[in-house]
């Protein structure tokens, strides 16, 4: 039995066939769509698959989804702390260059390669940041995206025929006329009536 493309739900050929993860669950898509979404982060795939209802292992998706949900509240909470830390004599403290002294000492060592300082520029307050924990990576803000709608064919436009009006496709010719001139050419052959000859002496 065929698969069916999850994104636009056609048939799947198996000289078409392809796949795609999307929230670490394989899912079974033509080569167009693979082409289409291949450049979207995987979290976006997912959400597409459930919208669709065509994907493979729904729960697995929602659960991806959900896990992925939760640690960006975990990363946003820990920015949110460390914005407040970052607050001295009513302003945020100003940040220093990377130094790197302290990490040459046995007690930072083993945590850390490189630290930040930031200092307070009112009272001269500083404080110390491991590098690693302020060098997060943003995570990519979902962009907007098509909603999943099944591809249709545009309908071919028609040209209408000079001679009797009727519209056709312009790939071929007009076949009201092409019927309309074979009809003129066809011939009716009627079988001839035998005429009875009479013999001379009836004449």
Excluded at 46 to 60: F, K, S, Y
Excluded at 127 to 156: G, I, M, N, R, W
Aim: net charge neutral; proline share 7%.
């Amino acid at each position: 039995m065929a698969d069916t493309c999850i994104f636009c739900g056609k048939e799947i050929k198996f000289w078409q066939a392809d796949s795609l993860t999307c929230g670490d669950v394989p899912q079974p898509v033509c080569g167009k769509c693979a082409d289409k979404y291949v450049d979207l982060p995987q979290h976006q795939r997912a959400r597409l698959a459930l919208e669709t209802g065509r994907a493979r292992d729904p729960e697995g998706l929602q659960s991806y989804l959900d896990r992925r949900a939760e640690k960006l509240e975990q990363e946003a909470r820990r920015r949110d702390r460390q914005e407040k830390t970052l607050v001295c004599c009513g302003q945020r403290m100003v940040r220093v260059e990377e130094v790197s002294f302290l990490s040459r000492v046995s007690l930072f060592q083993t945590y850390t390669s490189n630290m930040i300082m930031f200092r307070c520029d009112c009272c001269g307050q500083v404080k110390f940041f491991d590098a690693s924990f302020l060098y997060y990576t943003p995570h990519q803000e979902d962009a907007p995206v098509l909603s999943q709608v099944p591809e249709t064919e545009e309908p071919e436009e028609l040209v209408t025929c000079p001679m009797c009006g009727k519209e056709h496709s312009p790939l071929i010719g007009c076949p009201r006329c092409a019927l309309r001139g074979g009809q003129e050419k066809r011939t009716t052959y009627a079988p001839k009536k035998k005429q009875d000859k009479q013999p001379p002496w009836e004449k």
